[in-house]
């Protein structure tokens, strides 16, 4: 707890009533009226220059205590006069000094705050004191007391700034109850709405229009957007939330006032925060990467929410929380088009050209690059699919999803949504393998793109969105087209010998055989010398599989036959089959002329 210091062992806070009785006699309201006068008009502003620039509320306590203290009596004391009927003149010139009070009152009031400008700083407030009032200047307590367990839990910042709270507190509570609290809420507005402003503006918070956001380069938007999402959260939790319990604290006697001035202190500037990320929703210029930006503003609003329902929770602050949502609506909004249009430009990709070798297509690499990093902000992107839910998908096969139910989760609609979006994709890349008129070549594309997308989804967060039977079902799918691959471009080398191999065959079946496998081997591999496949896996498996087909049995017919023929037509050994296969799916370039050129190949065999 923060406790006030004073000097004395009493409160400053005047009390509830006066200390006259219930029906003081003629002598006592005049003992009341004179006692009054003889300490107001020592503090009156127009006597000497000396108590004009004298703080009332000086370190020694006392005299300050007993200004509040007479100034109750006084108030006591006309509202009896008033109460009798009687007596104008004495009320006359307890008016008289009711108003020389309250002006000092005023100009005291004004310089705690001015003076103490760093010291009620609302970071520090909110620091210092919670706003559930459990952190309290309890004026009805014993300040020695409050003295030694305050010395013992605060700093000095602390405790000259709590002292000056409490200093606050007891001229605004003893001015409202004397029927100023408006001249004593304006003073308290117009300074500390000042200094809400400038901490806004020392956070980089500007007033910034929809046509200054659209002119915005792409860096310096990215810049002023990263500078926001920093400053609100240090805006909410300790400029307004320091604002807010030093309000509530100055004038805890009337719920009125301290909702008007927190209202009038803090609205312009927390709309015009607030408001930021609608004009960024509404910025015509659309990168790239907008809305990873989107995401991150509505990412904020969101979890800020508490704190805004919480900091702004009177009916004259609706307009900020009316302006918060505004925003989190508007953003999530941009980003459900940018989500739309984004699945309609997949669809409309229309280039034309093959990706040479088989390789990866463009449209891959960017829509997964775009997909991994949205699947990020899988939180995020499900909250805004769950409210603002993208034009409905097309009816797909519910085998796509680890289990069908999904479809139906709302947690999982980011999920759901990024499945539906590769969907897309592995539909628009099936298209791009017809532009191939090899047909093994459009396998290998599709093999080759699959393999792509699904290491960008194991790398990524997309794999525990997807999940391991997603990817299950797609690693399938790159077997089958593997083995289309291989049988469509290899079937005619893997016919050029007999499924069995026996001594029987004649010298002309065996030369048709080895010239069968010379012809049909050359072309494949001049001919797939130039794919592509990326994936060293797959690469490998590829090999593999076709070597395992290949060399064993090509080994066996040479073994058996090669001593019966001339080089003209065993030209290649077993152990050279393997290299020129090992030669295969790097994207090489080489002449039909410079292959079978010689018998032995410089690399070293890979696969035999």
Same mark, same amino acid.
């Given at each position: ?40 008009? /020592? ?48 009320? %006359? ?134 500078? @926001? ?45 607030? /408001? ?11 990168? &790239? ?64 050209? !093959? ?21 990020? $902000? ?10 603002? &839910? &993208? ?5 797909? &096969? ?11 989760? !709302? /947690? ?7 499945? @539906? ?48 039977? @997603? ?13 289309? $691959? ?57 090999? %593999? ?12 017919? $040479? ?50």
């Amino acid at each position: 707890m923060v406790f006030f210091h004073t000097s004395s062992n009493t409160s400053l806070s005047p009390t509830s009533t006066s200390s006259l009785p219930t029906s003081p006699t003629s002598s006592m309201v005049e003992q009341t009226i004179q006692n009054a006068e003889s300490i107001i008009k /020592k503090w009156d502003l127009n006597s000497s220059s000396l108590i004009t620039i004298t703080p009332l509320f000086h370190p020694n306590r006392k005299e300050a205590k007993d200004y509040l203290k007479c100034v109750m009596d006084l108030r006591g004391t006309m509202h009896f006069l008033v109460s009798q009927n009687s007596a104008p003149h004495k009320l %006359v010139i307890a008016q008289t000094l009711m108003q020389i009070a309250m002006k000092r009152l005023e100009k005291e009031f004004y310089q705690i705050l001015s003076s103490n400008r760093e010291r009620l700083d609302p970071e520090l407030v909110s620091t210092s004191l919670s706003s559930d009032g459990s952190a309290s200047f309890d004026v009805e307590e014993d300040e020695a007391d409050q003295l030694k367990i305050a010395g013992e839990s605060i700093s000095e910042v602390e405790r000259v700034s709590a002292l000056a709270m409490a200093d606050l507190k007891a001229i605004a509570e003893c001015m409202s109850s004397s029927g100023y609290g408006k001249e004593c809420a304006h003073i308290y507005k117009l300074f500390r709405k000042s200094i809400v402003d400038r901490g806004l503006y020392l956070l980089g918070i500007e007033k910034f229009k929809s046509s200054r956001i659209n002119k915005m380069d792409r860096e310096y938007l990215h810049l002023t957007i990263k500078n @926001w999402l920093n400053a609100v959260k240090i805006a909410l939790k300790s400029l307004f939330n320091g604002e807010k319990i030093l309000c509530d604290h100055v004038f805890s006697a009337s719920q009125t006032i301290r909702d008007a001035c927190f209202a009038e202190i803090t609205t312009e500037g927390a709309k015009n925060l607030f /408001k930021f990320p609608e004009l960024i929703a509404k910025n015509k210029n659309s990168p &790239p990467d907008r809305i990873f930006r989107l995401l991150e503003l509505h990412g904020a609003i969101s979890e800020l929410r508490p704190d805004i329902e919480s900091i702004f929770n009177v009916e004259l602050t609706s307009a900020i929380k009316l302006q918060a949502l505004s925003s989190l609506q508007k953003v999530g909004g941009s980003v459900k088009t940018l989500l739309t249009n984004f699945g309609s430009s997949i669809r409309k990709d229309s280039s034309k050209t !093959p990706v040479p070798g088989g390789g990866i297509h463009p449209l891959a690499q960017s829509t997964m690059s775009y997909l991994s990093s949205l699947s990020d $902000y899988d939180r995020i992107l499900t909250d805004i699919i769950s409210i603002h &839910p &993208p034009i409905a998908n097309a009816l797909f &096969p519910e085998s796509y999803f680890n289990d069908p139910t999904v479809i139906e989760a !709302p /947690k999982q609609a980011a999920s759901v949504h990024l499945a @539906w979006l590769i969907l897309i994709l592995l539909c628009k890349i099936d298209s791009k393998a017809q532009l191939y008129e090899d047909l093994s070549l459009s396998y290998l594309f599709l093999a080759n793109n699959l393999q792509f997308i699904i290491n960008q989804v194991q790398t990524s967060t997309l794999k525990h969105l997807l999940g391991h039977q @997603w990817l299950s079902r797609l690693t399938q799918k790159i077997k089958q087209y593997a083995l289309s $691959y291989e049988s469509v471009a290899w079937n005619r080398v893997f016919e050029s010998f007999p499924e069995r191999t026996t001594s029987e065959l004649s010298y002309e079946a065996v030369k048709d055989c080895f010239k069968r496998f010379n012809a049909a081997f050359e072309q494949v591999y001049v001919k797939q010398i130039s794919w592509i496949v990326p994936d060293g896996k797959l690469r490998d498996e590829l090999k %593999v599989s076709i070597a395992g087909k290949l060399v064993p049995v090509y080994r066996e017919f $040479y073994e058996t036959f090669s001593t019966k023929l001339n080089a003209d037509f065993v030209r290649i050994s077993p152990d050279d089959l393997g290299n020129y296969l090992s030669d295969l799916f790097h994207g090489s370039r080489i002449s039909s002329s410079s292959l079978l050129q010689s018998s032995s190949h410089s690399k070293g065999c890979l696969l035999r």
